[in-house]
């Protein structure tokens, strides 16, 4: 898969102006995750199922 085509978009959570942001893409039936600062660096990839798993385990780690 060539995840360079792909629309990448910062989190709306990462509103941290030292760079420390993660951006999203979706492709088909996975969810790419990749380092702002390094967006030719490893990606994650993640089923939407394990991506909304994700999500809610880093959201219930800030709670």
């Given at each position: 898969m060539d995840l360079s085509i792909l629309a990448w978009r910062k989190s709306s959570y990462s509103a941290d102006n030292q760079g420390d942001c993660i951006e999203l893409a979706n492709a088909?039936?996975?969810v790419a995750v990749r380092d702002s600062k390094d967006p030719e660096g490893p990606k994650?990839?993640?089923d939407?199922?394990?991506f909304r798993r994700f999500?809610?385990?880093?959201?219930?780690?800030?709670a």
């Amino acid at each position: 898969m060539d995840l360079s085509i792909l629309a990448w978009r910062k989190s709306s959570y990462s509103a941290d102006n030292q760079g420390d942001c993660i951006e999203l893409a979706n492709a088909s039936s996975i969810v790419a995750v990749r380092d702002s600062k390094d967006p030719e660096g490893p990606k994650l990839l993640l089923d939407r199922g394990d991506f909304r798993r994700f999500a809610s385990t880093v959201k219930n780690l800030q709670a």
